[in-house]
């Protein structure tokens, strides 16, 4: 219950940009107070979970490890030094999570609430690419996924060093974020309908052709470092049907036709960066769906999501076609994450603080 509640306050208060109030929108500082409530109640929330998530357990061994001058092999250093810190202010693991849940919904924040009013879809997308839900399972990753996302939109913004900063800061808390550096690339790519056109049907051919998934794997494991090699072989051993699903290929194809739609309406850098952002991350769902571990990579640019489909939408001339494709949006993303808590994701439930009222 906790989870819907979050969920309709987010959806809410965040609306709040979309409704008058005496015939004037609700001032911009006074919905940005009201989002970072929502932030703050959702930090609280991941911040002082007790026993809840799947990832729970597994941090709490590291924590132990750290306090006994043990090593712990192949954990980024950023991890290393978050624990260390808590271990030396004399703190307990709780505060672990609560430092990754504060800084991992700080950066979001920040740029939640530069949206103005497309602050209402932005919110629904996160909850529905499971970006809260995640902290509860992944918090290295998600961390880094929201250093990511605020690195994007800085580059896109035309601050380049912001970009490199976050990549470098988010290497150290995951490495797998190193796979954004791509993100330069897209940053200068220019084309329209022929990506869309030709890689979503190569993608939905890797989906449905065991074939051609095991040829990506071998190219995978081709291009990989030796070193590397035993995790290649755990995900040929645990492949089967990870993301697999209607939920896959109906969102696929649900940012196909949007895609295809938009397309026309692209005049600016920043629109093609985010058209090619959902490009690439719908053919990355689709390609690494049936892989073990490799889907998690979808994350990075799930997250952008949240920025790049609102700012699209907006790009939309028609204001008909336009609120039919945000309202078909949040309808998908809320289905999405009321499906999440139906069906406990990330083992978010039975929910528990830390706290003994």
Not at 94 to 114: D, E, G, P, R, S
Not at 205 to 231: D, W
Not at 283 to 311: D, E, K
């Amino acid at each position: 219950m906790i989870y819907v509640f979050s969920f309709i306050l987010a959806v809410t208060i965040s609306s709040s940009s979309c409704i008058s109030f005496s015939g004037r929108r609700i001032s911009g500082g006074v919905r940005n107070l009201l989002l970072l409530l929502v932030f703050i109640f959702i930090t609280f929330i991941v911040g002082f979970r007790f026993e809840v998530g799947t990832d729970y357990s597994g941090y709490v061994s590291y924590f132990d490890a750290y306090a006994q001058g043990l090593n712990v092999p192949r954990v980024e250093l950023g991890h290393k030094l978050i624990n260390n810190l808590v271990i030396d202010l004399g703190a307990g693991v709780q505060w672990v999570f609560f430092i990754y849940a504060l800084l991992t919904n700080f950066f979001v924040y920040c740029l939640m609430a530069k949206l103005g009013n497309r602050q209402f879809l932005s919110i629904a997308i996160l909850f529905g690419v499971g970006f809260f839900f995640l902290q509860t399972n992944q918090i290295r990753q998600a961390l880094a996924a929201s250093i990511i996302m605020f690195g994007a939109v800085m580059l896109v913004k035309r601050k380049p060093a912001y970009f490199y900063a976050s990549i470098f800061a988010s290497f150290f808390i995951h490495f797998s974020s190193v796979i954004m550096v791509i993100l330069l690339l897209v940053d200068k790519l220019r084309c329209k309908r022929l990506p869309v056109v030709f890689l979503f049907p190569v993608g939905w051919g890797v989906y449905y052709s065991e074939h051609l998934r095991s040829s990506v794997l071998s190219l995978i494991s081709l291009l990989s470092p030796t070193n590397y090699q035993h995790y290649i072989d755990r995900i040929i051993v645990n492949s089967s049907g990870v993301s697999s699903g209607a939920k896959v290929v109906f969102e696929s194809f649900l940012l196909f036709v949007f895609l295809l739609y938009v397309s026309k309406f692209l005049r600016e850098r920043k629109d093609f960066f985010y058209y090619n952002v959902l490009c690439i991350g719908g053919v990355l769902a689709l390609t690494t769906a049936h892989f073990w571990a490799i889907s998690r990579l979808h994350f990075y640019f799930y997250i952008l999501y949240a920025v790049a489909i609102p700012w699209l939408c907006g790009l939309i001339e028609s204001s008909k076609i336009r609120k039919y494709f945000v309202v078909l949006f949040f309808l998908y993303f809320l289905l999405l994450s009321m499906h999440a808590i139906i069906i406990n994701s990330h083992g978010i439930m039975p929910y528990s603080i830390i706290f003994s009222w």
